[in-house]
């Protein structure tokens, strides 16, 4: 059931707080993905405890969850990268519906992030003895970007373009290790899978996905969440590569962050090996 419909059947038991809550959240949807308990506690006159209970009361388990939930319904109605696709229109337009489409994309991303989340997963990634990357196709695109990033720090990390090779490692991973699995839909086999033997083997682990409650969600320690925008039939994975692209950019800045000093001198020495073949 939608979120918006949940609000809506729930009404006829809410108190007057939680109707004020209820109709702000109906009338200014995008607002409230984009906004925090605290944020839309100021927004309602009341308080974060007064959400959380909302949140709960329609049936999530938290404010977190409505806002994917709600960001679901909303995803429905927005514009999908396949209606740029018009051939009647000129390039300039074109332009410009990317453009709005993008835009969009990274404001939902950053809507509904969660910075605990992200300190918390930089700081299993800086102690982790190995780092284990696990995405394909547009996914596996952002896993090797990652996997450049952290190369330039001297984060050790591992990642395998063939699937085969990504679920091979799996049972010689250590205790003192992280897999980091990405796959937009949550249900990509192969990834699954790997996620499953990775939780039977008490190993932790981490899912960048459009919810944390899809199947991958459900089998890992941490979840940072996606925004909800295409459809599984599409062009192209336009919109979920761009979100996927500003999480690990994010996890890139707080981890390098952590010893600045260090990473100043990682990177400068890793320039001056490719300035060296340039000479």
């Known amino acids: 059931m939608s979120c918006i419909i949940r609000i809506q059947e729930a009404k006829p038991i809410m108190t007057e707080t939680e109707l004020g809550i209820a109709d702000f959240i109906l009338e200014h949807k995008t607002e409230v993905i984009n906004a925090s308990t ?56 074109l332009l410009k519906k990317a453009y709005q489409s993008n835009i969009q994309t990274i404001e939902k991303t950053y809507g509904i992030l969660d910075p605990l989340i992200i300190e918390r997963v930089a700081q299993e990634i800086i102690l982790a003895r190995n780092v284990y990357l696990f995405g394909i196709g547009s996914s596996g695109t952002v896993c090797e970007d990652f996997q450049h990033k952290l190369l330039r720090i001297g984060k050790t990390s591992v990642y395998y373009t063939d699937t085969h090779l990504q679920l091979t490692v799996v049972p010689n991973m250590q205790k003192e290790d992280l897999a980091i699995l990405i796959s937009y839909s949550g249900k990509t086999k192969e990834i699954v899978t790997a996620a499953k033997w990775i939780k039977e083997m008490g190993l932790k682990s981490v899912a960048i996905t459009q919810s944390a409650y899809n199947e991958l969600g459900k089998l890992v320690d941490l979840v940072i969440t996606i925004p909800i925008e295409e459809k599984e039939l599409r062009i192209g994975a336009m919109s979920s590569r761009l979100s996927s692209l500003i999480i690990v950019d994010l996890l890139y800045y707080a981890i390098a962050r952590h010893d600045k000093e260090e990473t100043h001198k ?14």
């Open 38 to 93: 605290q944020t839309l506690a100021k927004k309602t006159d009341t308080s974060p405890a007064a959400i959380i209970r909302f949140s709960k009361k329609v049936g999530f388990t938290g404010f977190p969850q409505l806002k994917i939930e709600l960001a679901k319904d909303l995803s429905n109605d927005s514009m999908q990268f396949d209606n740029l696709l018009d051939p009647n229109e000129s390039i300039e337009e």
């Open 266 to 279: 990682r990177i400068v020495n890793t320039r001056k090996i490719i300035d060296d073949i340039q000479r």
